[in-house]
Structure formats: C-alpha cells, structure tokens
Nanobody, 114 residues
Framework: QVQLVESGGGLVQPGGSLRLSCTASGSFFRFRLVVMNWYRQTPGKERELVATITSGGSTNYADSVKGRFTISRDNAKNTLYLEMNSLKPEDTAVYYC??????WGKGTLVTVSS
C-alpha cells in the first residue's frame, strides 16, 4: 500500500509564497521511478492537474501556474514539493499529491486571501 501525506498548506496573502510537501511511503513503492503530480480542486469544480515531474526530472505545468509554481522531487527523501510564488486568490484550493495516477494523498488546503 502506498501512502502520500501532504503538508505546507495554509493562509497566505495575495503575492505571497508557500511550499507544499508530499512524503511517500510503501513497502514496494519505488518513488524515484514514478511520475508524480500535483492536482488542485475547488468546490464545484473538477480536479485540475497543476504540475507533473517525471522520474527523470522533466516537468510540465498548467498554463495558469507557469512561471509562478515549481515542482521538484527529492528521491532520497521520497518527497515531492511544490513551490508556489506570486499567489493569487484563484489559486485557493485543496492541493493533492498524486503518484503514478493511481495513488492520492488526502490534500492540503491553500487559501490566498487578504
């Protein structure tokens, strides 16, 4: 069984920054080999793919966050990160860590408000 635990969410003012983390665990889970993703969801909307990082370190971003968010991974720590800068109110959402499409964390709430 794979467990993903997100942390780092909270309340931040517009223009501020936050860093999300997602720590993965599981007896047979090889974090370094898995494509990892960050998604987000707001009430009444579908879950949106925010950023992806492959096992080789290639990244891809939703247009709405390009230039502001950075996804990264530390394979030695089995941890995925999402550095979020220049945050906007429309970035407010529950952010979810996803591993290889199949596995999900429970999410961490990010609220951008003055």
């Amino acid at each position: 069984q794979v467990q993903l635990v997100e942390s780092g969410g909270g309340l931040v003012q517009p223009g501020g920054s936050l860093r999300l983390s997602c720590t993965a665990s599981g007896s047979f889970f090889r974090f370094r080999l898995v494509v990892m993703n960050w998604y987000r969801q707001t009430p009444g909307k579908e879950r949106e793919l925010v950023a992806t990082i492959t096992s080789g370190g290639s990244t891809n971003y939703a247009d709405s966050v390009k230039g502001r968010f950075t996804i990264s991974r530390d394979n030695a720590k089995n941890t995925l990160y999402l550095e979020m800068n220049s945050l906007k109110p429309e970035d407010t959402a529950v952010y979810y860590c996803n591993a290889g499409v199949l596995y999900w964390g429970k999410g961490t709430l990010v609220t951008v408000s003055s």
